[in-house]
């Protein structure tokens, strides 16, 4: 069975700062998706890595992807409050999607 | 382009009582999927459809759950008897189906609460 996993799971940071959330992946995986999802609302595609290597970058979050590690990490820089929501990543493998556990991030003024 | 639709947003039901919800994906999405997310945790597949055939169900409960793509185009997801437990969002997604770029897309919901 894949698993998907992500650090941390709550992550409460200031504006302004920078960091860093974890995907991890138990098998290897076509590709891999990084969604938000605000409060009540549903998932949004941010990026999608499909190779070694690939680094994707919009705004003020960058992903990335490190295949031989099973590593996928969203960085987050210079936040703001706008930035605040769930965030999840996803691989995919056999046409199948398959979510981590999410990643609450909430910037404070 | 209109995203994916479901119906209804909000739904509360008592325990034992039967539910339905309803999907219309992207046209031209082959593939839609049905996923139960549960507060606080990620998405759930439950199934998968590839046009109107299941190309995966290993995780739906079917003895309570049943779905159908009769057309391969809008979905309905059914519960009966509905359990306290399966108060969760229902979150339903559709994309081309294949190759290299398949991205999902999700439609806003339904969240269904078992009182």
């Known amino acids: 069975e894949l698993k998907v996993e992500q650090n941390p799971l709550f992550l409460s940071m200031q504006e302004g700062k920078n960091y860093t959330i974890y995907c991890n992946y138990s098998?290897?995986?076509?590709?891999l998706y990084w969604y938000r999802q605000d409060p009540g609302k549903s998932l949004e595609s941010l990026f999608v890595?499909?190779?070694?290597?690939a680094v994707k970058q919009e705004g003020r979050l960058m992903a990335s992807l490190d295949t031989k590690a099973r590593l996928s990490t969203l960085h987050i820089t210079a936040a703001v409050h706008d930035l605040s929501a769930t965030y999840f990543c996803?691989?995919?493998?056999?046409?199948?999607?398959?979510f981590g556990t999410g990643t609450s991030l909430t910037v404070i003024p | 382009e209109a995203g994916v639709a479901q119906s209804p947003r909000y739904k509360i039901i008592e325990k034992r009582q039967s539910v339905a919800f309803w999907c219309n994906p992207i046209?031209?999405?082959?593939?839609l999927y049905w996923y139960q997310q549960i507060l606080g945790q990620g998405p759930k597949l439950l199934i998968q459809?590839?046009?109107?055939?299941?190309v995966d169900d290993s995780q739906l409960p079917k003895d309570r759950f049943s779905a159908e793509r009769l057309k391969g185009v809008d979905s309905t997801l059914k519960i009966q008897p509905a359990k306290l437990e399966d108060s969760a969002v229902y979150l339903c997604?559709?994309?081309w189906g294949g190759g290299l770029n398949t991205e999902a897309f999700f439609g806003q919901g339904t969240r269904l609460t078992v009182v």
């Open positions: 997604a559709s994309s």
């Open positions: 046209s031209g999405h082959a593939t």
């Open positions: 459809f590839q046009n109107n055939g299941v």
């Open positions: 098998t290897t995986s076509d590709r």
């Open positions: 890595l499909l190779s070694n290597g």
């Open positions: 996803a691989v995919i493998r056999g046409g199948q999607f398959y």
